[in-house]
């Protein structure tokens, strides 16, 4: 059960963070919740390792505390970081 409730949790903390980040980001961005909720999970990874790189707990903090609002903060950087690439790498596409 530990492990289906640690997925439940980050589906949660995916769709929570990617909706503030593509709040927070300007412009209009064309994808759907699925999409916003699988960004928003990368983003919380990335934002973990941003997180390690200066000098906190890292990805293992995310885990541990998904809910504090340094680790909430960091994940939003970091989804936005990866919805910008992402938008970067989709542009031309249409």
Avoid: C, E, H
Wanted: cysteine-free.
């Amino acid at each position: 059960m530990g492990l289906l409730w640690a997925i439940i949790s980050w589906i949660i903390i995916g769709a929570i963070i990617g909706l503030i980040a593509r709040a927070i980001m300007p412009g209009k961005q064309a994808m759907g919740l699925g999409l916003t909720i699988v960004l928003g999970v990368i983003g919380a990874i990335v934002g973990g390792f941003i997180g390690g790189l200066l000098g906190g707990n890292g990805v293992s903090g995310i885990l541990s505390n998904p809910w504090s609002i340094g680790t909430i903060l960091l994940a939003v950087i970091g989804a936005l970081i990866v919805m910008v690439i992402y938008g970067l790498v989709t542009k031309n596409r249409a």
